[in-house]
């Protein structure tokens, strides 16, 4: 059973910075790709970033691209997404997303197999 849990949200002020943490655990072997999406009140879950297993690949929605950093540690299984210069509509709950497909970098939730409980990310004006 593969488990992954997300940390690291909480309430920043417009132009604040915030790092969500994403840690892979349990029975999965081999490559895995890894993805940040958020899904805001009465919004549908919007992909955030993804980023392969080896790293050379990312991917990021327009709407955060150039404010927000997907990164990851294989040794520690884990895939941090850096954001500064939140804005109000960066407000959501955050999901991480792991896929055995490593080399992929998908963009719709269905390409992600394990996904985390979610962390709430609140920006204040």
């Known amino acids: 059973q593969v488990q992954v849990a997300e940390s690291g949200g909480g309430l920043v002020q417009a132009g604040g910075s915030l790092r969500l943490s994403c840690v892979v655990s349990g029975r999965i072997f081999g490559s895995y790709a890894m993805a940040w999406f958020r899904q805001a009140p009465g919004k549908e879950r919007e992909f955030v970033a993804t980023?392969?297993?080896?790293?050379?690949?990312?991917l990021y929605a327009d709407s955060v691209k150039g404010r927000f950093t997907i990164s990851r540690d294989n040794a520690g299984n884990t895939a941090p997404l850096e954001m500064n210069g939140l804005k109000l509509e960066d407000t959501a709950v955050y999901y991480c997303?792991?896929?055995?497909?490593?080399?992929?970098?998908?963009?719709?939730?269905?390409?992600?197999?394990?996904w985390g409980q979610g962390t709430q990310v609140t920006v204040s004006s």
């Open positions: 980023i392969n297993w080896y790293g050379d690949r990312t």
């Open positions: 997303a792991a896929t055995k497909a490593g080399l992929n970098i998908a963009t719709l939730a269905s390409g992600y197999e394990y």
